[in-house]
């Protein structure tokens, strides 16, 4: 930078404006002072393995875009923080990578987020013993194989079979048919030498469903495929294209009868099958992964809210309001740009908490299961069933709304914006389709109701759903009486999102319960929950926000400084009030339709939000910077931590593959001349100009 210039002056003057420290927050965030000063240095020392630190270098990931380059840019990285997590062992890149998308970014991905977490939970302790050393010094690359050509979320469905030999005491694995095809699986195509394949238990000709077996994919040696495994890379991608997903065809490819994981199930020598716990157990790595992506959806809509406000900071346009001043305004005082964007910080540091929330929530249920009790296990597959897909839609959407923030610059690549769109966007996909996922938290939810309709017992984490119940039948519950600053409440909050949950809830039931009780007098009950399947999803919707508006409020009473405290709870608030109105809210009637809030509550709302704008505008850069990301991670010349966008803007542009040929040619790119636009006009004959 040649020096301060009007973007840096206006960022600087921005940061000023702080009502709290951000480094305090950033402490609880991460969990203290040491937890950030160990990660500090450990992505400090990736940095320098990986590159300068010049910022006015342009990224490598920017110089090059082909398939191979992506790829062996993915390896590069990959390799680093591989080698960092199996020296050091600090786990920060266990899920996350340096640019905090899913680790399943880089080839080795899947080898610290699947691999390694399946054999911890699913292996035999003699299996650990073997595998988990291999696995955790490095010396095999492992990933996890489940999603097929034909079927994704449908685990039921998967055809994969691995056939027991009883003669030779081994399994057969073997794709039967096209749409079996293993297809999607990260670093499946070139880079893992192992995977833990998914597929159905056959012994004597009986099917005992899906089962988890560890196959050998590549020599250790030559690193070619072992005989009757095909192997490939699917190819370019919308996006995180520095990984190889891949396929695997597997033609009676044969693994020892040991490689079957067997800490849920044991099928012996002669062929007999135990099952050790329960089906339901076998599922315990899908949850994990979908907890642990909440995290990572959490971070990377921080990381596009950080882009777009610190660049809205510096972005002047136009005078607005302020007619009498000569200079041009930064574009986040309109309304239109802060109301979107302190939207999306809200929703930020929601699913943080929620994910805090829910990683107690899978921690009671590991230590369930090691007393060999799976009593919570239900309600954490419905928990995460919800929020992944709850948070990684708000995710897919937020960041998606920072890119548009950002105009025109937010559609380049140097802006950082659309790497985080296009790493965001599947993870509405993977380890569940969305609206697939809700319906699993609609199902255990409709159970809960009919059990309480049964005056029967129900988790304790969902005595909120039985107590209001209760107050309806005795006529307790009533319209909501808020009014003024009540609802900057957060118990006022919480009431009205529980009752919109149990309304729903109820509701969906109902109409589920009327229509498979009349099908089933006519039709044989095939299509009630087709029928009133959008009822039901909204009602996990409703009952999966009401939690992450509890983990909100949850976690701010652990919060010392008064400070920050102040800062967050105008947060939670803004989270809580746009649900009730705002453009990005998709429900944001149903707290209306049945009379329990009224147009004048409404409009008590809307001023309240606007009040919390002007709170939380001069603190929209600390509560982005509390988030630590340094602007190696961002890659992002709009959200450069000192504001200066333009230069960075300009020199990264500068160095673009494409203008470092044509300079070389003194600003001619030589294969568009000579191959098209000369020959083009030549065969025109020359004209006079």
Not at 5 to 26: D, I, V
Not at 109 to 128: K, W, Y
Not at 310 to 339: A, D, N, W
Request: charged share 20%; proline share 3%; with cysteine.
């Amino acid at each position: 930078m040649l020096g301060p210039n009007r973007q840096t002056e206006l960022m600087s003057k921005a940061r000023g404006k702080a009502s709290f420290s951000w480094r305090e927050l950033t402490y609880f965030i991460y969990g203290g002072k040491e937890a950030v000063e160990c990660r500090e240095a450990v992505f400090a020392r990736v940095g320098t393995l990986l590159g300068p630190s010049d910022q006015m270098k342009l990224p490598s990931v920017y110089a090059n875009g082909g398939r191979d380059d992506a790829y062996l840019n993915g390896l590069k990285w990959g390799k680093v923080l591989m080698d960092e997590e199996t020296t050091y062992h600090h786990g920060i890149f266990d899920m996350a990578s340096h640019q905090y998308a899913l680790m399943n970014a880089s080839p080795f991905g899947l080898h610290p987020t699947m691999f390694i977490p399946t054999l911890r939970l699913q292996a035999s302790i003699e299996q650990q013993a073997y595998w988990l050393p291999l696995a955790e010094a490095g010396k095999i690359i492992g990933t996890y194989c489940q999603t097929e050509l034909g079927h994704g979320t449908f685990i039921r469905g998967l055809e994969t079979t691995a056939t027991f030999d009883e003669e030779n005491d081994q399994f057969i694995m073997h794709s039967p048919t096209i749409t079996s095809t293993k297809y999607w699986p990260g670093s499946l195509g070139f880079s893992a030498s192992h995977a833990i394949v998914i597929a159905r238990l056959l012994i004597k000709d009986k099917d005992h469903g899906i089962h988890p077996f560890i196959v050998q994919l590549r020599s250790l040696d030559d690193w070619k495929p072992i005989p009757g495994i095909e192997l490939g890379d699917i190819g370019l991608k919308m996006g995180l294209n520095t990984t190889d997903n891949g396929y695997a065809i597997f033609s009676h490819a044969r693994i020892p009868r040991t490689n079957m994981l067997m800490g849920q199930a044991q099928v012996r020598r002669d062929g007999t099958y135990n099952r050790l716990g329960s089906q339901v157990s076998a599922y315990s790595t899908m949850l994990y992964v979908r907890n642990r992506i909440v995290h990572v959806v959490a971070f990377q809509l921080a990381q596009a809210t950080t882009i777009a406000i610190r660049y809205s900071t510096v972005r002047t346009q136009g005078h607005g309001h302020y007619s009498e001043s000569v200079l041009e305004v930064p574009i986040l005082s309109f309304k239109s740009q802060h109301h979107r964007l302190l939207a999306v910080t809200a929703q930020s540091y929601a699913l943080l908490f929620a994910a805090k929330s829910c990683d107690s929530v899978y921690g009671e249920v590991l230590a369930q299961q090691k007393r060999g009790d799976s009593g919570l296990l239900p309600y954490c597959h419905a928990l995460t069933a919800g929020l992944k897909a709850y948070a990684t839609q708000i995710a897919a959407d937020g960041v998606e709304d920072a890119r548009k923030c950002c105009g025109g610059h937010g559609y380049s690549l140097l802006s950082g914006l659309p790497d985080i769109v296009a790493a965001v966007t599947p993870h509405c996909t993977w380890e569940g389709e969305n609206y697939v996922l809700y319906q699993q938290t609609a199902r255990y939810l409709a159970n809960c109701a009919d059990t309480i309709k049964g005056k029967q017992p129900i988790d304790e984490a969902m005595s909120y759903l039985a107590d209001a119940y209760n107050d309806e039948k005795t006529g307790d519950a009533s319209r909501c009486t808020a009014s003024g600053d009540d609802f900057l409440n957060p118990q006022v909050q919480l009431t009205i999102f529980r009752h919109r949950a149990v309304r729903l809830i109820f509701e969906a039931d109902s109409l589920l319960t009327t229509a498979e009780q009349k099908e089933k007098r006519h039709f044989g009950n095939r299509g009630a929950w087709n029928t009133h399947m959008m009822p039901l999803i909204s009602a996990a919707r409703a009952h999966t926000e009401f939690f992450v508006l509890q983990a909100f409020t949850q976690h701010l009473t652990s919060i010392s400084d008064s400070a920050i405290h102040k800062a967050l709870s105008h947060l939670r608030n803004l989270f809580a009030l746009i649900a009730l109105d705002s453009t990005l809210s998709p429900s944001a009637a149903q707290f209306f339709e049945d009379g329990y809030l009224s147009l004048a509550q409404l409009r008590t709302v809307r001023a309240h939000v606007n009040d919390l704008h002007k709170q939380l505008l001069p603190d929209a850069i600390a509560l982005t910077d509390a988030w630590n990301f340094s602007d190696a991670s961002l890659q992002s010349a709009l959200g450069m931590r000192d504001g200066n966008v333009y230069e960075t803007l300009m020199a990264w542009t500068r160095q673009v593959p494409i203008n470092v040929q044509a300079g070389e040619e003194r600003g001619v790119y030589r294969k568009g001349w000579e191959g098209v636009i000369k020959p083009m006009l030549k065969g025109r004959g020359k004209e006079k100009l």
